[in-house]
């Protein structure tokens, strides 16, 4: 399956109302596991976690962006450019 462009799994094992995951973001692999009765829960929950890791990466490439900003004001300033 795949939510927001990311690929996941989400299957039963053999003890009751437990379900593994699984789902590839960047170059890392997440995995675990959730207990629920329903399947469509698990893989709500499964998506959400996904939802905050896409969020985490968003915030993370602003930080990085923000910090080369900075750098460039800090070298045009030193440079008397400002």
Do not use: C
């Not at 939802?51 to 900075?70: I, K």
Request: aromatic fraction near 6%; hydrophobic fraction near 40%; charge should be positive.
């Amino acid at each position: 399956m795949i939510h927001r462009g990311v690929q996941y799994t989400v299957v039963a094992t053999a003890e009751p109302d437990i379900w593994e995951w699984r789902y590839e973001f960047g170059d890392q692999v997440k995995t675990g596991r959730t207990q629920t009765r329903l399947a469509a829960l698990a893989a709500r929950r499964v998506k959400s976690k996904i939802d905050a890791a896409l969020r985490t990466a968003q915030t993370g490439s602003v930080s990085a962006a923000n910090v080369v900003e900075r750098i460039d004001l800090a070298k045009a300033t030193s440079h008397g450019l400002t």
